[in-house]
Each structure stands twice: as C-alpha cells, then as structure tokens.
C-alpha cells in the first residue's frame, strides 16, 4: 500500500477551558459546624450569584466556588494519512476532551484544527442504543447516529450480525441482553463504519477477554489494510504498542510527548510520579459527581515511613482511609491491582471476603493486608471503589503507583507476569 | 473541514439535510418506543383526547351552557379545539425535554441538535394523526359532514406544528442550561389550556378584546380549525389570524436563532 505522506489532521494552538464549581463542605474542614444561619447567607450568595449568571448569559455553576479549569492548553501536531496514532495519559490528562473536539461534540476555547476526509468517532460503544427495542433495530438506530444511511447498513447488516455472534437474539430487546452480548452488538455496528479518519476512545475496556482480541484483530485491519487515519485512546499499553505506530503522550492538559510510539510509551510508563506516602484523594479526578454520601480520603502503607516501594515476598498492607456521612453506616471496598501497563492483575473485594467494614461518621482508617498474594518485581497501580446498599460511591483509578523491588531468586529473564503462584507437586508416575 | 472558536457552521443547513436519515430514525425510536410495555399502547392516543373532550363538553356546553358556533355540536367545537391544542402542547413539552433526555446522544455523538427537538414533535405529530380519527367517528355520530373547506385544515395543521417549534427550541436550550424550565412547561401547558379557546369559542370573548385574545398564537391556529371542521360556522376573524401568524413567525424565528447561539456549548453544559 502506498504511503501518502499528507496531513489529513491539523492541530494549532488547541486550548479547552471549562468552569467548574466547588462546594464547600463542613466535611472539607472550613465549618466547624454548620449553622442555618451560614447555611442560608450561603444560599442567598448563591442565589444572587446564579441570577446575575442568568441576566449577563453566563453558564450556571453549581458550587460555591468556581474556578477555571484549563483540559487542554495549547495543544498542535499534525496526522499523516494512514497513520494510527495512539494517544496516551492519565485520567484527567485531556484526552477525551481532545476526542469530543476533533468530533466536534464541543467547541475549542482557542485554537483551529483543519480535518480532511469524514470523520467517524467511537467515544463510547453503543451510544444511544435503546433498551426496549430490539437487537434489529438498535443496528439501524446506532447506525444512523454513528453517520452510517441505511442503506449501508442493509448491506453490511449479516457482516454486522455474524461479527456480534448474536443471530438468535436479533429480535429480542437488548434490555434481556448480557452485557457482553450488548457489547459485542455495540462493538459490531462502530467496527463496520467506513470513514476516512476514525476516533477511538477507550472502548476495549469493556467486554470480555475473547472479545477484546477480536476488536483488535478488527482495528488492526481497519488501520493496516485499508490505510485509515485512526487516533486511539487506551490505557492498554499493549493494545497501543500493537496498533498504533505513532503516539502523543499527555499530561494536565498540554502534550509531554509526541513521536514514534516506541519511543513513547516508555515515556509514560516512567512519567508516572512515585506516590507519596501518604496519598491524598481530596482532588483526584472521579468519574462523574457521586461521592457525597461516603469518599475515599487517603491511603498510605501500614509500615510508617516505607513508602510505596516494598521487598519481593514482603505482605503488602495498607491503611485506608474513608469518609462517612451519618447516612451510610457500612460500605464494600474493592480494591484492583493493576499492572503498570493497564492490565488487571487481582481483586479483592471485602464483601467476597465476608468482612462486613462498618462505618461511623466522621473518618474511617481500615487496615487492610493481602494474603497468598506474591507480586513479581515491577511497578503496579491500585484503584479503589467503594459501593454501599445503593450501589457504586466513589472511585479511583490509578489512585497509588508502587513497586516491588528486584529480589536475587527472581529473574526477570526467565518469569513474565504479575503475579507468582504456588502449587503442589506430586510425583504420579 | 476546519474547527475553530467562535465558528458559526457555513453548512448548517446543508449538514441537516444531511443528516435527514438519523432524523427519521431518531422519529421512529420515539415512535416506537412512545408506548411499549403499556398494557392499551396506542389507544392511549385516543383516550386521552376523548376524555378531555367529555369533560370539556360537560363543563363548558352543558354546565356553563357556554354557546356554540352556529348549529354546531358542542361536542365537534371542544375536539376541533382539542386537536391543535394536543399536538401544540405535547410537541412543547416534549421537545422542551428531548435535549435533556438524550444526554449521552449530545456528549457522545456530533449531529445538527436541531434533529432530536423537531423529530419530538414529528412524534406528536402521528399522535394527532391518530386522534384525527376520533373527529371522523364523532362527525358520522353527528351526521355533520364538512364542505370544501376541509381542504385547508393542512395549513392550519402546519400553522400549529409551526406554533410548537419556535417556543419548543427556545425552550429546549434553555433548558440545558437552566434546568428550571423542566418545572415550567407543565405550567405554561395547563395555564395555557385555559387561556386558548379550547373548551369553548373564542367568539365569546368580547369585540375589542379580540385582536389582544389573538396574540396568544394558538387562538388564530383553533379558530381555523374550528373554520375548516365546523364548515365555517365559527366565522375567520382575519385581523386576529393574521396577527397570530405573525406572532408564531416570529417565535420561530427567535428560536432558532436562540438554539443556534447555544447549541454548540450543549455538550459542555449538559
């Protein structure tokens, strides 16, 4: 195939600012305790705040303070034709908020980006897929809004069918559907769209093992053979290290890196900061707006002054700490192990463990050591989630880098993996 | 394609032509959706006009022994006022409410927004249809056939779809930025389902109040209806239908214009 060297996506000067509003809660440690009467002049500040918001056209922030908030900031690179260029960085880096521009979802605060060719983007798989219809008719629904005709679809539509494996459900509504088949469904529809640029946002984390290989498999295709301008994000460094062949590499909103992939991916694997020991979440980024009710306050190894950096073979133990309202009396902590190339490595989930962590109000600190767990030398991240009877509260990704130290008896030459096991041997023969 | 701060769409109208087959489709998901897992489905759509209508009789024509127009059934004047008014508020209220409803549309997917309000009302649209059908049964039950000017009702019908959109655009925008507008629209729909003549005739309301009474768009849209169906026996009072054309104009016109300046800050504020 030939190589067109043209720049299909340019990118100047891009910059992103949203408003964002913070409450200032008694929890927050400016109240010592909450009167009606500060309650109420806070109200009325508010008030008066929004109304003149409402009269000069501004956009209303909730909270009682607001700040600016800059996702990108002068951001430019430029795509060649062809070209996957994966696009890499943690929560909060802006990423996404560089996706919903070049989708033109929203707009720039600053900057212009000139596009060539249509363009098709895959923020989130299944987008406006409607539970009470059917298998059917979601295909042509999500279709239309992906920016296929119909017509496209007709024809594509057993392609479509087969690539989802979900023949026998085709017309019962996806609301009966497992989530891994209304995955495979959502996944079918986006992978047979045919634009000259397409965008890609994080979508192989949902579904299954099998599946993810599949999707794969279909980007792969999609990018190598059909000489499409892909942009993908992932936190899958080695979704990334097999698709793409360039990369950008982000961090607080303005780019760190940028060039042949290989040369940063390894930037960002040694971008990430050496947590402190005590690892405060106060101004971690969270998905959405939960965490009222019940938060995650901090986290720090149970050894004082160990830091996140632990011997080989040595119990990992940490003291978690966890904000209560009165209106929540006790919670399930989840606790993911990843790798520090994205992949889940171990779970552990208290209410597997039959340990019922009850709550007061106020602050909470559980001490919580790993059993049977032998990590291999390298660098691992912790994500936290708390779930009460209501469901999900809080969440952090990402929230704790540590490291397991070289030790003499492992060889990095001879062990790939995570994680070591035991087992018992018994001569049968 | 170039993106840019501040950049008013050259193609707008262009893109939404294109866009015309998700419009359709995003129709026919509200359509067929509109009623599922309920237990009557569409007659729903026939209820709840021919309800209103026997209330409305009962209270205006034979409590209130409100007039009728010339020898017309009182039952025919309240449906011919029902008709327009049904597919006026439920198109409002409606439309207010789409951009709200169809969130993860608007932050995941780029599409002219104007599509998700307009295909709301396309939905009220078919309802109206439907209960159109309650008038021709009420028609032969009255054996009061119309004349030829039935042949103007579409314009009407399009005067009142009209009549929703302006108001509903506004409104929907609003709405995405303030969310106080969700708690109004039932207000201004049942207030307004008093100030409009639906229940009785607007040839009740006294001479020189009439062309004030005709700002409120919807009485120029009832009165032709209750024109065309009643085979003119509530007389077109034309200063008053004029002005009400005016007035939905320029509703229209305002909220388009308002839904354009705000449509591409949707998917921050959303």
Redesign the interface.
Known sequence: MAVVSENVIVVENLSKRYLIGHQVSASGGRYKYTALRDVLGREIRNFARKMADVVSGRQVVQGDEIEEYWALRDVSFRVKQGEVLGIIGRNGAGKSTLLKILSRITEPTEGRISLRGRVSSLLEVGTGFHPELTGRENIFLNGAILGMTQREIRKKFDEIVAFAEVEKFLDTPVKHYSSGMYVRLAFAVAAHLEPEILIVDEVLAVGDVEFQKKCLGKMNEVSRNQGRTVLFVSHNMDAILKLCTQGVLFESGIIRAIGDINTVVPDYLTSHPPSPEVVDFSGKARPGQFAERVRLAKVCPSEVGRAWVFPFGHQLSIDLSIHAKPSVNEVEVIVGLYSIRGFEVATWSSAVDDVALRLHPGTNTFRIGFQRLRLLPGRYLLAFSLFSNRGFEDGILEAVQFEIMPAAEIDPNKMDGSALVSATVSVID | ??????RTERHYWLDLWRYR??F???AW?DL??RY??TVIGVLWALIRPFLTMLVFTIIFGRIAKLPTDGSAPYALLVFAGILPWTLFSTGLSDASNSLIN?T????????PRLIVPIATIVVAFVDFLISFCILLVLMVWYRFLPDWRMIMLPIFVSLAFFASVGPALWIASLNV??RDFRYVIPFIVQFGLYVSPVGFSSSIVPERWRLLYSLNPLVGVIDGFRWCILRGQSELYLPGLFLSVVVIAFLLWFGIRQFRRME??F???I
């Open positions: 394609m170039i993106i840019e701060a501040g087959e998700l359709r489709v995003l998901r067929s959706v599922k897992q169809n993860s549309l608007i932050s995941k997917v780029y599409f930025k303030y591409k800050s998917a921050d504020l």
